[in-house]
């Protein structure tokens, strides 16, 4: 077994940090240590880590605010494993985790990966339709988390690990905030390493517990995707601006087509009416719940739109700085 290094960055969080040690000290295989970043918080959570010393080998640090990127950079430094297994502080981790990561990476022999996330029984029926929306393969959730994909895959950080040689010949995040675990999965994959999905180390991931705090994040997605675009301009591709369609075919229908035909609008409407349908029968199939169903059409639309909206507001700021 690798001496796998846990890096949580976390800012005002306690309690999500408390449930994420928890759930580590379950592991089938304990991670060879933990190390908490408190990136300038509030509410601090060193009491929180001391709660799990006895069953976990944590360590905790708190430093100023400096963003989640570098916070991780900041692990890396602190760490003395030979992986490095980076977790957002709102996921929860299942008992066979570290069993199925060391499995994966000796099958395929991964320098680098990510993993899927899923939505548990015990979540809101917000939280289950968010991560309906984020996994399904009927929105943008469709190109993340699965071995056939649109492009290269690219491990995101709230589940995603590298190994030592990676960090110490590749360097840590080059930016902190605005796509930074994007921008830097194309850094290792250009390096030269081998770099990998392992479907089987998934993570119960909380996500957002309101559509309003989930349309910002997902708004702030899209416009980090453009701002990847800045490092690796090949890597937009046409796939990523179908969101910024759907929403410009949304604002059509609802504020032009009626001014010009009746036909375009009941067009649009039947079409609305038939991806909503899609949606509904997809989510009632993997949770067996009409309310969770109806609500991911929701956070469908509420994805589509936000993402649409942060790709077209800074991809219209590139343009205009030229």
């Known amino acids: 077994m690798r001496k796998y290094s846990v890096i949580i960055p976390v800012y005002n969080r306690p309690e999500e940090v408390d449930e994420l040690l928890e759930s580590l000290t379950k592991q089938k295989e304990l991670p060879y240590e933990v190390i908490v970043v408190d990136d300038g918080s509030a509410q601090r959570c060193r009491h929180i880590a001391e709660k ?21 950079n900041f692990g890396f430094e602190q760490a003395s494993g030979d992986f490095f297994i980076i977790f957002d502080s ?7 985790y570290f069993v199925k990561v060391e499995e994966g990476l000796n099958k395929m022999n991964l320098d680098a990966f990510g993993g ?20 399904g393969m009927f929105t943008t959730g469709g190109i993340r988390g699965r071995k056939k994909h649109t ?15 990676v960090y110490q010949k590749a360097g840590g995040y080059a930016i902190t905030r605005m796509g930074e675990d994007i921008e830097y999965s194309i850094r290792i994959i250009h390096a030269g390493y081998n770099v990998g999905l392992i479907e089987e180390a998934f993570v119960y991931h909380k996500r957002r517990t309101s559509f309003g705090e989930y349309f910002k994040q997902l708004r702030f997605f899209g416009r980090a995707r453009i701002n990847v675009s800045r490092f690796y301009p090949d890597e937009i591709k046409l796939i990523h601006g179908l969101p910024a369609v759907f929403l410009t075919g949304e604002v059509f229908w609802l504020m032009v087509s009626p001014l010009i035909s009746l036909v375009l609008f009941y067009t649009g409407f039947i079409l609305n009416l038939i991806f909503s349908m899609v949606i509904f029968f997809d989510a009632l199939m993997k949770f067996k719940s009409i309310k969770v169903s109806l609500l991911s059409v929701i956070a469908a639309y509420v994805q589509l739109l936000a993402y649409g909206s942060g790709i077209i507001t800074e991809g219209t700021k590139k343009l205009l700085k030229g």
């Open 151 to 165: 492009g290269t895959f690219h491990p995101r950080s709230f589940n995603m690990g590298i190994s030592r040689e």
């Open 52 to 72: 799990h010393a006895g069953k976990l080998p944590v360590k905790y640090f708190y430093k100023e605010n400096s963003g989640q990127g570098f916070s991780r």
């Open 116 to 135: 899927p996330d899923k939505a548990r029984d015990d979540f809101t029926p917000i939280q289950k339709a968010i991560s309906y929306a984020m996994t």
């Open 90 to 96: 709102d996921c929860i981790i299942p008992e066979n």
